[in-house]
């Protein structure tokens, strides 16, 4: 039902911008305090759910967008594994550093009458700038990580989702955020999971959390769109680097994902890079022939395929896009 209201309408469902939103505040993060207070200024209601007969054990969440509606039963709450198994609060907490203030973060957030200011896009180039350096430090790091590290190649595809997210949530335009959310959603699919285990934080804490984090400050200031447009190209070549890597080590399933996510990206760049004023359109085309494409695999530098083995019919049903 979910699915067919989105095809009918064209919108998307409240499902997939609370799975954005989320997915986006916890890249962001570093803490679970963090977690909560991104979450909430994307404009989530929140609710924590405690443990048995516990007020300071948070084992999970559910998280819900604002309805028109003041009723409280009117909003439609979708816990972290509904909207993923990779955004359960346990899978969450595995990439965020310990918070012993959780508990109580949860509880003041949550409080009745608590209000959160929604975030709105300012004017910082510092921080575009300092995003753009946080991306050639993740692109040095991915050529610096062994092809067959698997864990730490989840790790990049994982944050990598979240910087798409975060890239959806701030941009106006829909023809520009839908395939930005698409991307965040396949390479989210990218990342290799076991059962009962979660992708940790790498141990240096990664790099990519800052470009979420610019993105969710300055991602739909007009101001900077010609910075946000250079960013959308690098992560289209950092998935890229994911899709070779993981195809160099046999990984053909998680490959796929990721080149599907740098198609998506890519077409989101078109679209921003067309949709410009010309000298915006000739900057951005001089700033895409001057990013390089450090940390792509050594055995896929010389052979970047952009085909991709047919796709089943379970995954495109699994991804409520209407395509």
């Known amino acids: 039902m979910e699915v067919a209201r989105q095809l009918n309408t064209q919108r998307e469902s409240d499902r997939e911008v609370v799975r954005r939103s989320v997915r986006s505040a916890a890249t962001a993060a570093r803490t679970e305090s963090e977690f909560i207070g991104h979450a909430r200024a994307n404009g989530l209601i929140l609710r924590p759910r405690w443990g048995t007969g516990a007020s300071t054990d948070v084992t999970g969440y559910a998280a819900a967008r604002p309805s028109t509606d003041t009723a409280t039963d009117s909003l439609v709450f979708f816990s972290g594994l509904q909207l993923g198994r990779d955004l359960s609060l346990p899978a969450l907490r595995a990439g965020w550093e310990p918070d012993p203030a959780a508990a109580a973060t949860w509880k003041t957030a949550t409080h009745r009458g608590a209000t959160t200011p929604r975030r709105t896009p300012v004017h910082d180039p ?15 790091r991915m050529a610096a990580t062994p ?19 975060a890239m959806a949530q701030q941009l106006p335009d829909r023809r520009v955020r839908t395939p930005l959310t698409q991307a965040a959603h396949a390479l989210a699919s990218a990342a290799w999971r076991q059962p009962h285990r979660h992708i940790e934080r790498p141990p240096d804490g990664g790099a990519l959390w800052r470009v979420a984090q610019a993105m969710l400050t300055v991602g739909g200031a007009q101001s900077e769109v010609l910075g946000t447009l250079v960013l959308v190209q690098q992560m289209m070549h950092l998935a890229q680097t994911i899709s070779d890597t993981h195809e160099a080590a046999g990984r053909l399933g998680q490959a796929r994902w990721a080149a599907e996510a740098a ?23 001089g700033a895409q022939r001057a990013v390089a494409e450090p940390g792509a695999a050594p055995e896929k530098r010389a052979n970047r395929s952009r085909q991709r083995p047919p796709e089943s019919g379970a995954g495109r049903e699994d991804r409520e896009w209407g395509r």
């Open 147 to 165: 092809v067959g590290d698997r864990a730490a190649w989840s790790a990049f595809a994982r944050d990598g989702a979240g910087v798409f997210a």
């Open 263 to 285: 198609e998506r990206a890519g077409l989101a760049a078109h679209r921003m890079q067309t949709d410009s004023a010309p000298p915006t359109r000739e900057r951005a085309a």
């Open 126 to 140: 510092r921080a575009v700038t300092a995003a753009g350096q946080a991306l050639t430090a993740a692109h040095q």
